[in-house]
């Protein structure tokens, strides 16, 4: 759908709201220079909503009293949102958050499973949450080797990961396909090693060959809730996610994109922004949007960037 407002009315209300997203649109679609994006990303540590969050930490070095669970106010569920908000890890905030969680929090939720007394960072047995735990350890300065490694070994033949192949399960699922593939990629950027790469190119070639949302089998689309659009993600697939993943790897778009590429472009409004069309069930610490059937600030940065990558220039500008 052709916007009626102008891109740049779109770009103005983006940079109406929390430093998170301010430092991001600057990064991404408006290219501002470098110390003027790092001044703005380092108020995520003391301003709005990464100051809030980093605020709501235990002196057990938990959030919510919890690791995995409640949803999504536990600690693993805050780290992951702290890292889409782009909080610095070289910030003495989050030096010092992290440094109570790796001292202090265990995987504790169910006190009798053999995982009860690991370390936060050594993660516990279903891959979709140490996939997470490697995303989040690996942005925050983190040692998640042991994690990298015990993913490594649990590549299916297809190309993906499942955490019901414990249960039997044969085939990857797009959920946590997504999260390791988001994981590998952080912790190849942060130890600058190419251990996870040959495993990360055959999960993104689990997703092109599905073309994003489809079956291999019978073409049909896997899940219509994929096709629309929600935030945060946590460990749920969509479209957008999958695409924004390429983005950020530097997948070069091919023709199977073309039709979640497309997908993209008919959920944009005519007010040139996307909506939220609905949120996963669960408490919250507080919004970080304006809820479901309105416009999302963080979406439409996400779809902007992705479309911005797809054409090859700027879609704002």
Same mark, same amino acid.
């Given at each position: 759908m052709a916007p009626t407002d102008s891109p740049q009315a779109t770009l103005d209300w983006l940079l109406d709201s929390d430093p998170s997203i301010r430092w991001q649109v600057m990064s991404d679609l408006t290219d501002e220079t470098a110390d003027v994006v790092a001044a703005e990303r380092s108020r995520v540590a003391t301003e709005g909503w990464g100051a809030r969050l980093l605020d709501l930490q235990d002196s057990n070095g938990q959030w919510a009293g919890g690791t995995y669970q409640p949803k999504w106010t536990s600690t693993t569920n805050t780290l992951a949102l702290l890292r889409v908000l782009g909080l610095d890890p070289a910030s003495k905030q989050a030096t &010092?958050? *992290?440094?109570?969680?790796?001292?202090? #929090?265990?995987? &504790?939720?169910?006190?009798?499973?053999?995982w009860a007394e690991n370390p936060y960072f050594a993660g516990e047995v279903e891959p979709c949450i140490n996939a997470r735990v490697i995303a989040i350890g690996s942005y925050f300065g983190q040692d998640v080797q042991g994690l990298v490694d015990r993913l490594l070994g649990e590549q299916l033949p297809d190309g993906g990961w499942n955490c019901e192949a414990e249960n039997g399960s044969t085939r990857s699922s797009f959920h946590t396909t997504i999260n390791v593939l988001e994981g590998f990629l952080e912790h190849e950027r942060a130890t600058g090693t190419a251990d996870t790469t040959e495993a990360r190119l055959r999960g993104e070639e689990y997703l092109l060959e599905r073309r994003m949302f489809h079956r291999l089998s019978t073409g049909e689309v896997v899940d219509p809730a994929w096709t629309y659009f929600f935030f945060p993600t946590r460990?749920?697939?969509d479209v957008l996610r999958g695409l924004d993943y390429l983005r950020s790897a530097g997948v070069m778009p091919d023709e199977r994109c073309a039709d979640a590429i497309? *997908? #993209?472009?008919?959920?944009?409004?005519?007010d040139g922004r996307w909506t939220m069309h609905y949120s996963y069930p669960g408490e919250v610490h507080f919004d970080v949007d304006d809820g479901e059937g309105q416009p999302s600030r963080w979406i439409t940065l996400g779809a902007l960037r992705v479309l911005d990558w797809s054409s090859g220039h700027s879609t704002v500008k």
């Open positions: &010092n958050a *992290l440094s109570q969680v790796r001292e202090k #929090v265990k995987w &504790n939720d169910h006190p009798d499973a053999p460990w749920h697939y497309e *997908l #993209v472009h008919e959920r944009r409004g005519e």
